[in-house]
């Protein structure tokens, strides 16, 4: 009777964990590259918010470095818990990293279409959901249908409870959003680098955005940055 009652212990605790782990799509993103040809210099004089992009995919490659530049860990530390991961590539009140970052990938030559969460502690990407939403998030944004001429866009969400527990109104009012725009400019900076344009958009509808991505309750819509490759006349 007690092998019994520990083989089906057994066998229904298996059962979970295969079901926990056939349902998550996890993607190992490349390790970021550090170097490049053009100055920080040439980059910020060519900074733009770029509306018009070529028709063609961005590779996984420029993926990895354009999440890396936005929120990458720099300095890894193991604890504490709320660094997850540890420094990152955008300075962050307290060290709180309220920020989330979600990759909606609609024209890429190695991922599939869908939506994708950036867990920047190992540097992957989570699939969320699949299939082609640049509808869905064009809506979204009050109809700015040129976004759909991109190849997909990092939407950023915030916690921001994470840094309005410990600095109150001054946390929730000033630094959730300067935390978010430093995050925002080096996918700016990057893209530069890369030769692909982005746009900040801040123009959107957040219940029609949460919905789509299917956001936590607690996280809170705030940029939508098209990628894509920058038209070269
Ligand atoms: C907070 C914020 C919100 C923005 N929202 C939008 C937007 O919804 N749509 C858009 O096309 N551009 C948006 N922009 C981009 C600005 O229009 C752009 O930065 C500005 O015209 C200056 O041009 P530049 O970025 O090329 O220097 C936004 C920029 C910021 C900083």
């Given amino acids: 009777m007690k092998i019994i009652t520990f083989l089906l212990i057994a066998l229904f605790s298996s059962a979970v964990l295969y079901g926990q782990d056939s349902g998550i799509e996890i993607i190992q993103l490349p390790s970021p590259d550090l170097k490049s040809n053009i100055s920080i210099e040439e980059v910020l004089s060519k900074r733009r918010s770029v509306r018009h992009y070529e028709d063609s995919p961005l590779s996984v490659e420029d993926i990895s470095q354009l999440l890396w530049a936005a929120y990458g860990v720099t300095k890894s530390y193991e604890s504490p818990a709320f660094l997850r991961g540890g420094l990152k590539t ?5 060290a709180l990293y309220p920020l989330e970052l979600y990759l909606i990938a609609w024209n890429n030559d ?6 994708y969460k950036y867990i920047s502690e190992v540097h992957s990407l989570k699939l969320v959901m699949s299939g082609d939403k640049r509808d869905e998030l064009s809506t979204a ?20 409870s994470r840094t309005s527990d410990k600095y109150g109104t001054r946390g929730e009012e000033r630094y959730v959003c300067m935390d978010l725009g430093h995050s925002a400019q080096n996918v700016y900076l990057q893209g530069v680098a890369l030769g692909i344009g982005t746009c900040a958009i801040g123009a959107f509808n957040d219940n029609k955005l949460k919905e789509l991505i ?3 309750e607690d996280e809170t819509p705030l940029y939508i940055m098209p990628i894509g490759k920058m038209k070269t006349k």
């Fill in 90 to 94: 955008a300075p962050s009140a307290g």
């Fill in 110 to 115: 190695q991922l599939k279409n869908g939506i």
């Fill in 141 to 160: 944004a009050w109809d700015q249908t040129w976004l759909k001429d991109a190849a997909g866009a990092i939407v950023y969400s915030a916690v921001f």
């Fill in 214 to 216: 299917n956001m936590p």
